[in-house]
């Protein structure tokens, strides 16, 4: 792929076509530069212009950006997105996300399910995505054909449940250990760069502590992944300690398992304690702030700032179905309105700062596209080769244009760089994204 750095004059010259803009580009004088090489240099803009196949130019009102991370994301749930928001985490489990996983025994409904979520992820923005299938193998397999055919960048993970979960839709220690190794061999055996295994015990409550021990041992020996859930809801809490009572904590329960380390994704993370922040900041493992799925749910308001304050790393996840939207768009602006109103109902401090016109607890919206992007990829220990456009590493990209045909925002004049950010963030969506690369692979293009 070569990459330019050009002063896009595109306001000055809004007639030109591809080729003659290209033709005044060359007589003034561009050059082949490297991708770290952008600069501000007074009023005028530096744009990248990068080449795939053929030459895309990037105009007036249009950037280029990395590719989004979804951190938390249940792929088989997707039929249920907008669904039973009417009930909390355990009775809308019961109620909707257990009869329907139920259902992924049907590969062909499987396929059909998971080829449109992950076509719609795509559409969305995301270019790396980390999954829960169900605890079907073969139903998993079906999204990680899915994956790899449509290029996408992946963690999949076969669902392990053992214990407190319907007659219709579980599983023995045996068979899940079985059939998690099964999973993980057939997907290694796919020997793709952008798809690897992940492992997913539900959550505490649906796995016993040698479950857990199992799987942690599983995720040594192959030094892959870990996902699971943590502190999303109060009730949730009160469960796991009943069915521990021996631990300190829900955070102690996974450590005492060996599920916490450095390549482990925690989803929601709403009611941590504060020796639980310093645990998971110690084993360096990570949180996936879901925000749209905190407020559905009614689970509460997870506090990012004090995460992030205390080393504890960040990305965003959609949580599909809990959060209704595939797209971390949506959530972005979830994770910017969730954390002003954290302000008004923290503690008296913050509400007093608050109510005076301060807000520490806030996130800006240069945070929240750093969660969504590079934070993301250091949540799921994929920073060396995604998450920003430094030198090396693999090229995840969006082709943002905010005035098209088809866009949902108006532009009336010109705009620097980050403030069509901006307006991407609060009012952009699918539409805005012309183009989707992974590894430098085109996946969309409007």
Known sequence: MTVYITCLLTSCFPSLDTRRLKEVFLKLGIKEMDL???????????????????????FFSEFLMPGLVDTHIHACQYPNAGLGYDRPLLGWLEEYTFPLEAKYSDL???????????????????TTACYFSTIHTNGSMVLVESIIEQGQRALVGKVNMNTN?????????????????????????????????????????????????????????????????????????????????DQESYGSVY????????????????????????????????????????????????????????????????????????????????????????????????????????????LDYQEVFYLATLGG????????????????????????SMKDSSSPVDIHMPYETKELIQKFMYLGDDRNIKKVFVSGRLVKSL
Do not use: W
Request: hydrophobic residues 35%.
């Open 108 to 126: 062909k409904f499987a396929k059909k399910v998971y080829d449109s979520v992950v076509r719609k992820t795509l559409d969305c923005g995301t």
């Open 255 to 362: 450590d005492s398992a060996g599920l916490l380390t450095n390549k482990t994704i925690l989803a929601h993370g709403v009611h941590l304690s504060d020796e639980e922040i310093k645990l998971l900041a110690d084993r360096k493992s990570a949180i996936s702030h879901c925000p749209l799925s905190n407020s559905h749910l009614k689970s509460g308001i997870c506090n990012v700032r004090k995460l992030l304050q205390n080393g504890v790393k960040v990305g965003l996840g959609t949580d599909i179905s809990g959060g209704c939207s595939p797209s971390i768009i949506q959530v972005m602006q979830g994770a910017l309105a969730s954390s002003v109103h954290l302000c008004f109902c923290c503690d008296e401090e913050s509400k007093e700062l608050a109510y005076e016109g301060e807000y520490p607890l806030a």
């Open 36 to 58: 770290n090489d952008g600069k501000q240099n007074g009023s005028q803009s530096y744009y990248i212009i990068a080449k795939y196949n053929e030459d895309f130019l990037i």
């Open 165 to 245: 979960h319907p007659d219709y839709y579980g599983e023995t220690t045996e068979s899940s250990l079985k059939e998690t190794q099964n999973f993980i061999d057939l997907l290694l055996n796919k020997k793709n760069d952008l798809v690897k295994p992940v492992i997913t015990p539900r959550f505490a409550i649906t796995c016993d502590m040698k479950l857990m021990k199992e799987l942690a041992s599983l995720a040594k020996k192959y030094d892959i992944h870990i996902q699971t859930h943590i502190s999303e809801n109060i009730k949730e809490i009160s469960f796991v300690k009943e069915l521990f009572p």
């Open 377 to 400: 990829a250091e949540a799921l220990a994929m920073e060396d080769k995604i998450g920003n456009f430094k030198v090396g590493k693999d090229f995840d990209a969006l082709l943002v």
